[in-house]
């Protein structure tokens, strides 16, 4: 079936606190496009988390994926 929305963005977040950072880029990648049923972008909590990472290019990914989301919640997380 289709999988989609909050469970969705819920169980990809688990991909960002892998030890991988090639999985946590991926992982950004696919929260920064999901959408649920109203076009919010579940994965905005997920991703706000993972600004923090150690690793410059998995920042970059978070930051390009919190801009796709086009969600409020993304503006202060991306200034600071």
Not at 2 to 14: D, S, T
């Amino acid at each position: 079936g289709r999988l989609g929305g909050e469970r969705a963005a819920g169980l990809v977040a688990v991909a960002l606190a892998d030890e991988d950072p090639e999985v946590q880029i991926v992982a950004a990648q696919v929260l920064g496009r999901i959408r649920d049923e109203s076009g919010g972008a579940p994965g905005v909590s997920g991703l706000v988390n993972a600004v923090g990472s150690e690793f410059a290019h998995v920042r970059a990914a978070v930051a390009r994926a919190l801009g796709q989301t086009n969600s409020e919640r993304a503006v202060e997380p991306l200034r600071e």
